[in-house]
């Protein structure tokens, strides 16, 4: 109906918008200028050691895309862009077509009668948007909705993506084709009928028009019949509708919406077919929020931060998803399946789509809804003061709006967010910042059914920490939650290191080891981002052992860490429930490989160990303790609080928890905790253990939750054990030389 | 150019829609239908005893307003009502012209070829609008934009105003009428040259259209002449233009934009004028906000509540307005005029308009426009769960966009709120309830250079305490106030008893003294509302002083007790300054006789000495002394710190404050602190004074801060002694017979 026709094109670097490339190099669409000229000229990897130092300058270039077009069979031929990153003048030949900012609005353009076959189509890219020259960091992405990241974060290189970021190609219409086509449905609080409405309009002539809905089993649902032509708008009932929900509390289920211009012999003119996935969203208030403040002068109550999913009350795990390349055109379904494939054996049920990182292509938010796997989506905006200026605020308005427009048929997304950490010093916009109050406006008519908030944390939301242990503050993470009392954690990590192999990739073998500051260790993050330590934290791994004699043992023990330590705050997070009702944890990916970084995945896609801990401490049903601190002395009275925890939607009985310490070879027991029964979507807290670490030759013991009633809900925590001789003062930190 | 003709309106009441009502009776326009429906029946005063009790029934009544078309010149024939309350249809004999629900959206009605010259119009208004049948409170309001504070609230009794309650007349427009006309400005940061844009339409014939734009002083500023048909756009500079300022920072310049209509002699046919207040307003952060919070996990710090004017940071100083009458078709320039002296001679620079009262007249935002007074305006919500609906959803937005529409051009108006405690549990309402969703995107899109606020209170802002001690914690408010630490406090007050004179109007002689609950006292509030001694709070008195003896001992007591307690809480959050910024007290005004009320005036404009007092505290400099509590023991160390408060635009030196005591007749000489500058906008603290309180036989002291060198910023404060055998426990409360 619609054939689509693939272009050849090539790229060429230009220093002056109207100055014609020197020479032409064959392009790969979707992808990235940068990177077709890297291939050119024959460069090393951008990710490995610091080769994409050899990027510096091409950020200032114009880059001009040209294709011819080829012989088209009879029709309307547009030009489709996906999307172009950034700033763009499309032409036929010298007649400029048309001219955009913004990489996440997509192009539609009618070359009928404006370009003929034969003739060259050229997309001239201006260089990246900058606000200033100095400083060279995320602060020159302030007036722009280029995403932030790729101006240099503490987890990706200064390296700015260009080019022609998604699918292009022609695209032949018939003498009858829709013009607008777009299905919504609205589900009452029973959740009994969904009313689903068709509306659209087609061009040219046709017979009539169908419009059909199938169960996602394929069985007809409803069928309506129309004349064919002006605006159109068409409704069916559906009763008892299978619902759209999370993986971890049922069957995402999809419906098909589609609709088809017909010929008077029957014949197919033009389709359009939408997936539909029926849910209530809403963010609720927990229980006990509304007693609070209390005193006088009285504020406001924190705002809900519970999800709610077709009346359901679901708690949220998950991780914040960064892009995971620098150039967001090497991402296809492929990439996006491995990385889902992780999360959902993750038992995650959401991806906080972090402002800094550029909204995905549909391949990705498609599978999002295949899978089950919620998605909280900010807009363009991280860490910046983005300004109350027109010229900035009508990019803003044009390319939220065609964020609004794509993603809004997706069941999976389940919330919008203006951007990230923007009411905090780092950023200093406010409620009164004319880009978030756009945004919600935008949100508001656009798509009022599903849930807004300006940005994260808002009042009563956790950010941070972001270490094992906080050694300014001598304390640890596990100890921070466990006096804290968010209504959500939507942020907060324990850094590792990347594997040998990652690491062996990465860093030229003279380099390797010991890691020193500078060089490609700290390239590559390991030095000197946040602190001189961060992301490698050689001075917590000492704190708690020594200097690290070898790689293998710098890698275990900062993976040790951050196993350890993200799976104590997801199973602390969750023992706060209902109060809390979120853990998200930062990050779940990275765009390149780092040395160190609080990501549960290697780049491309290599797994931490942290990834498995963090999906153990998701699973729906599960024995936990909580632990007060990572590091005990022998002879201290050990103590932890046995819990059960469960987030599903049923209720069981779990029977018992015993608990064991393992130690020197030797395990002993310490407790059976028969729980009466555990109900749906509730944890119960069980005793204390205590016991006096003896006297042994060993340096960690395991505390050990057996669950012979359900064997899938045990659980094993490793503890440091060391000699009794510290002081009061266990925060002390040994010296070490990082420079 | 636009004749206007009064009608004569009659009214009457019926008990269906098609119904005619039995009688017909003299209204007057505006007005309201039950007090004409009174005036007819003789019935007495609805502010006396417990006359209000007799209009119960009225307000499910239908009442159709009629009035004969007289003989009118040539032209096109309108009806214009300013305001109609609540739900109403306008027929032209039997022919339905108009339909609609909202009080503040006006009505513009074409009747020519729809109506003619001796026919009868009619609007027949609906019964009140309820959500539900019982409770007969507040809650009945939760579906619609009806202002909830009718249906029963803390000072105002349970009585529904219905009728046309603002200007209703025909106008006759000539062969050419403008059908649109705005003007609007814009001014950069350097408030250097105000961008004037006009923005009309115009129907019918004429030769031209003449812009002009006069300076306060008459002045001619800018001319434009346009061809007068179309949609029609001019534009303007006007270089350093004279500023609009609140009446204590400057003056408030009002310009005039005028627009006509003229024909080929140049006779003017149709013309439009304005009044143009050129300010920039922003809410913004305080010194030291972004500052906080400090520790992980972070949340956001507190949203901006600092008003800056032209660039100016100003400390609000103002209380919060409920409407003066339970019949807004009662108010008209004069009674706003008399509220208005009293507010700008209080020296306050803002009145919050309160979300539970109707939004005003034009006459009182045009007469805030003159005398300099901003005005945070809210739209009809307040204390109600609103709710997600399309049908209330629809009337907020339209009655949204009439009121943003009508006081956009004020320049008075410097702040949109939602309504009011919408996110407080009593209200139920969150960040994401649609109609608070709908109320920003609307403000958004009409007005962005407004700042908007979803309610009162927001994060970090403080409403009450409400009390001059609370007895159940056994503190009093200015304790509450001196460990607080609010960005802003947006409502706080003490109750205090009416004059002698207005409980005299009120009250049968018979139940005069004592006051008791039940009956008269607490018809008019002074027991049983939020708690049983509220609002006369006889048991407060009785905690200082004993059980009162009589009307005069009640009155000057309860009377004292609100002044000062006043005065102590408007001075601490001056105090606060810069971390707060906004001091508004709840209330200045009620709507009917209260026997007791947090207001500073009585109804209808009878100043309480809690007037004189919290104006007093909101003089732009005066010495101030920050004592702990009110009620000392002989042998006590009393204490009390010395300040310089300054919220003006102009540093002083302002010389010595000499600080005495007088007490059993005679005055001591306690302390002279010489301070030095006292920057622009900046509080001085000065030292400490202690002074052991002798065994002398007087009840009470007075402290006195002389300030020679600024004689009119000297300051008073009266103080109880008692005798020194009082256990630790101050807070314990004499039992007291309130049943």
């Known amino acids: 109906m619609r054939p689509r026709f693939s272009l050849e094109w090539q790229v060429g670097r230009h ?88 990489m996440f609005t997509p192009v539609e353009l009618d ?82 009928t969904a009313r689903l409405e068709w509306k659209g309009a087609a061009a040219g002539e046709c017979a009539s028009l169908r419009w059909r809905v199938f169960a996602p089993d394929g069985a007809l649902l409803a069928e309506r019949m129309a004349a064919g032509s002006g605006n159109i708008s068409l409704s069916a009932d559906v009763r008892n509708p ?56 009285k504020s406001r109550s924190h705002p809900p931060m519970t999800l709610e999913v077709n009346g359901r009350r679901i708690f949220v795990k998950g991780a914040n998803w960064v892009s995971p390349e620098i150039f967001p ?130 009042d009563g939301v956790g950010h941070g920490h972001y270490a094992f242990r906080d050694m300014d503050a001598g304390e640890e993470a596990w100890a921070v939650f466990q006096r804290s009392a968010s209504t959500a954690y939507c942020e907060f990590g324990c850094p590792g290191p990347a594997s040998e192999e990652v690491l062996r990739e990465i860093i030229p073998a003279e380099e390797l080891f010991p890691p020193r500051p500078g060089g490609i260790w700290q390239a590559h993050h390991g030095f000197g981002v946040w602190k001189p330590s961060s992301w490698l934290h050689l001075d917590v791994i000492a704190h708690y052992w020594a200097e690290p004699r070898s790689l293998e043992e710098l890698v275990a023990r900062g993976q040790l860490l951050q196993a350890e330590g993200g799976k104590g705050l997801v199973e602390e997070a969750r023992r706060q429930k209902p109060a809390a009702s979120m853990a998200v944890y930062w990050c779940l990916n990275e765009p390149w490989p780092a040395v160190a970084n609080n990501s549960l995945i290697s780049w491309p896609c290599r797994p931490k160990p942290a990834l498995a801990a963090v999906g153990a401490a998701c699973r729906p049903i599960l024995a936990s303790a909580r632990i007060r601190k990572f590091q005990w002395r022998k002879g201290d009275s050990f103590e932890a609080e046995i819990w059960w925890l469960n987030d599903g939607w049923e209720g069981c009985d779990p029977g018992r928890i015993e608990v064991r310490i393992a130690l020197a070879g030797e395990t002993r027991d310490l407790l059976s905790w028969k729980a009466g029964r555990l109900e749906a979507n509730c944890n119960l807290a069980g005793p204390t253990v205590r016991w006096v670490l003896p006297e042994v030759d060993c340096d960690h013991f ?25 002081g009061p003062d266990e925060g002390a930190t040994p010296t070490m030389n990082l420079g």
């Open 702 to 726: 395991e505390l050990i939750l057996d669950t012979p009633g359900l064997p899938g809900a045990a659980s094993r925590y490793t503890l440091l054990l060391r000699d009794g001789e510290a």
């Open 111 to 192: 070359l009928t009668g404006q370009a003929v076959a034969g003739e060259e189509l050229f997309v001239t890219i201006f260089p990246a948007p900058k606000s200033r020259a100095v400083p060279a960091d995320r602060s020159q992405a302030d007036h722009s909705c280029k995403p932030a990241v790729s101006y240099g974060w503490d987890f990706h290189p200064r390296l700015i993506s260009q080019g022609l970021w998604d699918d292009a190609w022609l695209e032949v219409r018939g003498r009858a084709h829709f013009t607008r086509s777009a299905t919504d449905y609205s589900l009452p609080t029973d959740l009994q």
């Open 242 to 297: 299978a619902l759209w929900w999370p993986h971890d509390h049922g069957t995402p289920a999809l419906h098909v919406s589609r609709v088809e211009l017909l010929d008077e012999g029957g014949a197919v003119l033009d389709a359009r077919e939408e997936r539909i996935g029926f849910r209530r969203i809403r963010l609720v208030m927990a229980p006990g929020q509304w007693d609070s403040p209390a005193a006088f002068p």
């Open 15 to 102: 220093a002056r918008q109207d100055d014609p490339p020197a020479e032409w190099l064959a392009a790969r669409v979707p992808g990235a200028a940068q990177l077709d000229w890297a291939r050119h000229h024959g460069w090393p990897h951008h990710w490995q050691a610091d080769h994409f130092r050899a990027y510096d300058g091409l950020e200032d270039s114009f880059w001009t895309y040209r294709a011819r077009i080829p012989a088209l069979p009879e029709g309307r031929v547009f030009l489709i862009c996906r999307g172009v990153d950034y700033r763009f003048v499309i032409r036929a030949g010298d007649r400029i077509l048309h001219e955009q900012e913004g």
């Open 329 to 458: 055109g090497l991402l296809n379904r492929e990439t996006y399946q491995e990385q889902l494939a992780q999360v959902r054996a993750a038992h995650m049920n959401l991806l906080r789509m972090w402002g800094g990182s550029p909204a995905q292509k549909e391949a990705f938010y498609n599978l999002c809804d295949e899978l089950g796997i919620m998605v909280w989506q900010e807009f363009p905006l991280a860490c910046n003061t983005y300004p109350d200026d027109a010229a900035y605020l009508r990019v803003l308005d044009q390319e939220s709006r065609s964020l609004i427009a794509r993603l809004r048929p997706h069941p999976s997304v389940v919330l919008w967010c203006g951007g990230n950490e923007l009411f905090n010093s780092w950023s200093r916009m406010t409620d009164q910042s004319l880009a978030l109050r756009l945004l919600a406006a935008n949100c508001y008519q656009l798509d009022p059914a599903r849930p807004f908030l300006p940005t994260s944390p808002v």
